[in-house]
């Protein structure tokens, strides 16, 4: 029983997680509502291997506010090195370069918790006419993964 336990256990850390819910990540958001969901492990910097959406639904402007929403899917936190949740742009390519926008510490919070936090988009030329927005969560947990990545490609107005 213990030995089905411990393998259970390295399951559950082996799908972690971050999903972006707005602006809308990358693929689907199957499962978000259960600790551990699929849609919210993606390992590989800088979007999780995902390819950009054809359709892009939201446009936001250059030098404007804009709330982004993203869940902790599944808690990773470390009391003795806690890691951090950061947000960056990048223009819109195939070696994209981001630029933070904005870093929240990691606390204990419970898995499923939703951050709705405000960034500010730059008023850079080069995000126009379409840009991606990336959330990572960088669990600095030597019993987790480094990190976790989401993306969301936004139309940009100037």
Same mark, same amino acid.
């Given at each position: 029983?213990?030995?089905?336990?411990?393998?259970?256990?390295?399951?559950?850390?082996?799908?972690?997680?971050?999903?972006?819910?707005?602006?809308?990540?990358?693929?689907?958001?199957?499962?978000?509502?259960?600790?551990?969901?699929?849609?919210?492990?993606?390992?590989?910097?800088?979007?999780?291997?995902?390819?950009?959406?054809?359709?892009?639904?939201? *446009?936001?402007? &250059? #030098?404007?506010?804009?709330?982004? +929403? %993203?869940?902790? !899917?599944?808690?990773?936190?470390?009391?003795?090195?806690?890691?951090?949740?950061?947000?960056?742009?990048?223009?819109?390519?195939?070696?994209?370069?981001?630029?933070?926008?904005?870093?929240?510490?990691?606390?204990? *919070?419970?898995? &499923? #918790?939703?951050?709705?936090?405000? +960034? %500010?988009?730059? !008023?850079?030329?080069?995000?126009?006419?379409?840009?991606?927005?990336?959330?990572?969560?960088?669990?600095?947990?030597?019993?987790?993964?480094?990190?976790?990545?989401?993306?969301?490609?936004?139309?940009?107005?100037?």
């Amino acid at each position: 029983m213990a030995r089905i336990f411990v393998l259970l256990s390295l399951i559950v850390l082996g799908y972690s997680h971050i999903c972006l819910i707005s602006p809308h990540q990358r693929g689907s958001m199957k499962g978000i509502n259960a600790p551990g969901a699929k849609d919210c492990i993606l390992l590989k910097g800088p979007c999780g291997e995902r390819k950009p959406d054809d359709t892009v639904n939201v *446009t936001y402007n &250059l #030098n404007s506010n804009i709330s982004v +929403v %993203f869940q902790k !899917n599944l808690n990773h936190w470390d009391k003795s090195k806690p890691g951090k949740f950061v947000v960056s742009i990048s223009s819109f390519s195939a070696t994209p370069s981001f630029k933070p926008l904005l870093t929240i510490p990691d606390t204990n *919070t419970s898995s &499923l #918790n939703l951050y709705a936090e405000q +960034v %500010f988009i730059p !008023n850079e030329k080069d995000l126009y006419p379409r840009a991606i927005l990336q959330a990572v969560y960088i669990t600095s947990n030597p019993d987790a993964p480094a990190e976790f990545y989401q993306c969301a490609d936004i139309n940009i107005a100037v």
